[in-house]
């Protein structure tokens, strides 16, 4: 299996300001013969399902606010969220689609506060 | 714009077995791949298993490979998870999501349904 690592496992922000998660993947999700990576981000507020953000690990879902954005690539990846609001705090979760047969992993979460 | 609509909670006894169900609407069914994902309370996701319903094959997460069985009705677009041999550590709210991509990244998802396991 791949393993996806988070860091940190927490993080408080404060309002207007950047917050950066962290997702590392055990072996890489880049995928050599159409050069993408099979990595997405995830936002769950409590007591909901968990809303896509970010695939191909840098584009935006559509209706996402141009705050978030995902960089990386083979097995270093980020979500920064360029100026924190209120409703962001959330729960952030990293997941790798690379494996064949499919083997899907999410990383253990990063939760977000507002410091 | 997919809609997935999901059975509702369920107490089950340890070592029966559950059957949550998760209806489309709003898309093509057969083209999707549906996922099942649980999280237990407090914890983080878990993916467990897939079907393409045009094509009827499901894939499994190692963890769950005999246990745990996912299968699709094309011509309800509803599918279905069953989990046997519970047990207290499968309480959790088990989530369906929608690959409408045909690549797992799930951009829709049903509305969670709780599983506990008690005796």
């Known amino acids: 299996d791949i393993v996806m690592t988070q860091s940190p496992d927490s993080l408080a922000v404060s309002l207007g300001e950047r917050a950066t998660i962290n997702c590392k993947s055990s072996q890489s999700v880049l995928y050599s013969s159409n050069n993408k990576n099979y990595l997405a981000w995830y936002q769950q507020k409590p007591g909901q399902p968990p809303k896509l953000l970010i695939y191909w690990a840098s584009t935006r879902e559509s209706g996402v606010p141009d705050r978030f954005s995902g960089s990386g690539s083979g097995t270093d990846f980020t979500l920064t969220i360029s100026s924190l609001q209120a409703e962001d705090v959330a729960v952030y979760y990293c997941q790798q689609y690379y494996s064949t047969p499919p083997e899907n992993t999410f990383g253990q979460g990063t939760k977000l506060e507002i410091k | 714009q997919v809609q997935l609509v999901q059975s509702g909670a369920e107490v089950k006894k340890p070592g029966s077995s559950v059957k949550v169900s998760c209806k489309a609407s709003g898309g093509t069914f057969s083209s999707y791949t549906i996922s099942w994902v649980r999280q237990a309370p407090g914890q983080g996701l878990e993916w467990m298993g897939r079907i393409i319903p045009i094509l009827g094959i499901a894939n499994y997460a190692q963890k769950f490979q005999g246990r745990v069985t996912i299968t699709a009705d094309k011509s309800t677009s509803t599918a279905y998870m069953e989990l046997s041999s519970l047990r207290s550590e499968d309480t959790a709210v088990y989530y369906c999501?929608?690959?409408?991509?045909?690549?797992?990244?799930?951009?829709?998802w049903g509305q969670g349904t709780l599983v506990t396991v008690s005796s």
């Open positions: 999501d929608c690959a409408s991509s045909g690549y797992d990244y799930f951009d829709y």
